[in-house]
């Protein structure tokens, strides 16, 4: 038996069958066969290799990077080839800034996270609930209450599960050293000092925010933003010098205008705040739907703070569509936020994770 991480693949022994197989190893005849497209499951052959799955594939208990995803993408493509997995776009490290789609319906819905390198933790978030979909739709199950094959065919859910996958690698120490990236970064980082490195760092590997800059008040954010002394590249809250001149923010824009997203999330750390609101604009249903949120998760409905109100995904998507657009600021305390906060983290979020699809 070759192991794996969510499965293995099992040489077919005389006398097997699927229910044998299953019971001796776990899961599901649908997930077997799922994963299994071309193999007569109800008439095995001796010797052949069939792929068994054994539990998540998402390890929420070790540092995220995009080694990991990509390894975590691989695995769940074997075993839910409905998955589609693609890529909007490179990092500057020309790192594949990585899409799952899942669903067919006509309802458009886009969720992402790790826009903030240090606010990792979110990008597992997102994995565990697209594998715990995935599974639901598979077995025919309810996922938080909701049927999965009644969201999958409802819904097209876009999920873009690390934006900055250089910045991550970064503050999780997995960075590869393309050019001496690593310590670019450090030079960039010495010079904000109060900053602790890597675990402050925010930016994209040049040391641009990549969440100051989109077209939504960019101008007001760079004049706050340079008054609190970020003029240059820096581990947070540099703006660049233009909007849309980071590649990873410019990928988001563009995937963006490619859709028609009826609402979309935002995955950052922390607070336990869902910022709904965008200057004066007020979407219609944005704030029915907040408190729907607010309602499954615990989290409260807040006010972006003036500082921090312009230039981010969430407000240009709020200014360009008037549609919902939400950033959900997950967990409380230090970024990184420690990996002992996920189980909490992600029940909390589950609920507003479904309630997205079927609004």
Do not use: C
């Amino acid at each position: 038996m070759e192991e794996d991480r969510g499965f293995f693949r099992y040489k077919v022994q005389k006398g097997d069958t699927i229910y044998k197989i299953v019971n001796e190893f776990g899961g599901t005849v649908e997930q077997v066969m799922t994963a299994n497209p071309d193999i007569q499951i109800y008439n095995l052959k001796v010797g052949e290799k069939i792929i068994i799955p054994t539990g998540s594939v998402i390890n929420t208990t070790t540092n995220y990077s995009s080694q990991v995803l990509a390894n975590d993408l691989k695995n769940l493509k074997i075993l839910y080839p409905f998955l589609q997995i693609g890529e909007i776009g490179k990092s500057v490290l020309n790192k594949p800034i990585n899409l799952i789609k899942i669903g067919i319906g006509k309802k458009e819905i886009f969720y992402n996270a790790s826009f903030h390198a240090n606010e990792w933790i979110t990008t597992p978030v997102l994995m565990k609930f697209i594998e715990d979909y995935a599974r639901a739709f598979v077995n025919n199950q309810n996922i938080f209450g909701y049927n999965a094959k009644s969201l999958y065919y409802d819904s097209t859910l876009y999920l873009v599960p690390m934006v900055n996958p250089d910045g991550v690698d970064l503050v999780t120490e997995s960075i590869s050293n393309v050019d001496n990236a690593y310590q670019k970064a450090q030079e960039i980082a010495n010079n904000f000092p109060s900053i602790p490195f890597p675990s402050g760092w925010k930016a994209n590997i040049n040391g641009i925010d990549l969440n100051l800059q989109y077209p939504a008040g960019w101008e007001e954010s760079k004049k706050i933003k340079f008054a609190q002394g970020y003029t240059i590249p820096a581990p947070r809250d540099y703006v660049g010098e233009a909007p849309l001149t980071a590649q990873e923010s410019l990928a988001v824009y563009n995937f963006t205008l490619q859709h028609n997203f009826r609402l979309i999330l935002a995955y950052h750390t922390q607070g336990e705040v869902i910022y709904w609101k965008f200057q004066n604009f007020n979407p219609p249903m944005a704030e029915q739907i907040a408190n729907k949120f607010s309602k499954v998760s615990g989290y409260e409905l807040a006010e972006t703070p003036y500082n921090s109100s312009f230039a981010g995904y969430k407000d240009w998507f709020i200014q360009t569509y008037n549609k919902p657009g939400y950033t959900i600021e997950a967990g409380l305390g230090d970024n990184p936020l420690p990996l002992d906060q996920f189980e909490t983290i992600y029940a909390q979020n589950i609920g507003i994770l479904v309630l997205g699809l079927t609004l």
